[in-house]
Every structure is written in structure tokens, then in C-alpha cells.
């Protein structure tokens, strides 16, 4: 049996944002009561757009992520007439942040005793995430994920967004792993389509929150369920 090495996203892949989005709504409810209503419609709508604005075409300028983040949450503040600036969105997301770092959990289905399965079937494995170093480095201080992985990787180490190959190619690279022998799994479908040009097997986990495109690469997986992927890993290196 070839093990293979196997590359995940983080958020909704192992990392479960739905408390990042309560967090930030407290957070909003707290310095802008009268949004109240629309408080779970303004979080919905920041993370995704967030994620569409980030410069993920080839040749376009990198911008941290917190950044990005920061200008999306500022404009659809300043849509509902408050006045701030980036700068000042930006502080509301950090205390948000700090408030979800206390409460981060895995996605259901991932816990320490999956991890140590996942790595016992593995060559390898690694994070490659769209993220700032150092929103990753205070996840990583409140969940046990770092004894499970060889490398991680975010987009701020190599200036690039998936599904760009360097952030892929970084993660290769730190594994001595082969594209062919290696498998890229995320509930992006985005995600999936850039492992996938670079010749990874790939797999998408769950039903995707961020990301509406239901386009997956050619033979890409689907694990509706992450209990169910220890399985797969078997069959993949039979």
C-alpha cells in the first residue's frame, strides 16, 4: 500500500467558522444596536464577499487577508449609513476574532482520535489555507492541530490565494511530496479545481458555505461526511 500525502484547507474543512460569525455579530450587536435585525445577514454577507475579493487572479497584486477583510466589512457598514473607516472595521474584526479564538472548535466529524487515523494512513500531511500567519499561529494555539501536520502553509507565507500554484507548490515542496501521489482536500470547490491543475487527487468535504461553484475537477471525491474519509484514504492507496 502507497500512502498517500494528503494537503487540507482549514476553515469548514477542519476549522468550524459558523462561531466566528456569532462572535462578530455580538461584536456588531454591542456598538450598533439598531443593526440588530440585519446582524446575521451583514455576517453572511462579509464572509463571503470577503472571500470573492480576494486578488486571486493571476498577476494581481497580494493583499493580506486581514486587509481584504477589513475593506469589505468597512463598506458594508458604511451601506447602512455608519461612518469608519477601514482601519476602524478592522478593529471590530479583530475583536471578534479574539472572541472566536475562545471558542474555536473542529468541523463535526473531525476530532484528535480522526486526525490520528488520518495521519497514520498518510505520507504526510499538511494545511494549505487562505489566511494571515498570524490568525493561523492563534487557531493553532487553541486546537491540537499542529502535532498532526509536516507543514502549513497560508497564503501570506508564499503572497498568493489559492487556487494559484504557489501556495499548493509551497506545501509540495515542504512535504517532498509528489502532485501525483497527493490528494487536496477542502469544502472549496475552487480549492479542489487548483490542486487539480497541478495533477493532485482531490475531495471535497461537506456541502461548501463559501464557495456556490459546484464545478469539481475530474474525478474529485465527495465526503459528505469527514467519518467517512479514513475510508477513503484506504481505497485511494490500494
Known sequence: MTKPFVLFDLGETLVDLKELL???????????????????????????????????????????????????MGKLLRDRGIRLSDKEAGFILREGWEDFETRVRFV????????????????????????????????????????YFDAIVTSEDVKSYKPNPPIYQAALLSLKA???????????????????????????????????SRELPEGALQVADPRRFPAILREFAE
Not at 42 to 49: F, N, T, Y
Not at 131 to 147: C, S
Not at 181 to 187: A, I, L, N, Q, T
Open 22 to 72: 456569532v462572535s462578530l455579530a455580538a461584536n456588531l450587536a454591542s456598538k450598533y444596536p439598531a443593526l440588530g435585525p440585519e446582524l446575521p445577514t451583514i455576517v453572511r454577507q462579509w464572509i463571503s464577499d470577503a472571500s470573492r475579493a480576494m486578488p486571486r487572479s493571476p498577476g494581481q497584486a497580494f493583499v493580506p487577508e486581514f486587509e481584504v477583510a477589513s475593506s469589505v
Open 108 to 147: 463535526s466529524g473531525v476530532s484528535e482520535e480522526w486526525l490520528k487515523e488520518v495521519r497514520s494512513l498518510s505520507a504526510g500531511l499538511a494545511i494549505v489555507t487562505d489566511g494571515d500567519r498570524e490568525n493561523v499561529n492563534r487557531l493553532l494555539r487553541h486546537l491540537p492541530l499542529r502535532p
Open 178 to 212: 509528489q502532485a501525483d501521489r497527493s490528494m487536496f482536500v477542502s469544502d472549496s470547490a475552487q480549492d479542489l479545481r487548483g490542486a487539480s491543475s497541478l495533477g493532485m487527487a482531490t475531495c471535497l468535504f461537506g456541502k461548501p458555505a463559501i464557495d456556490a
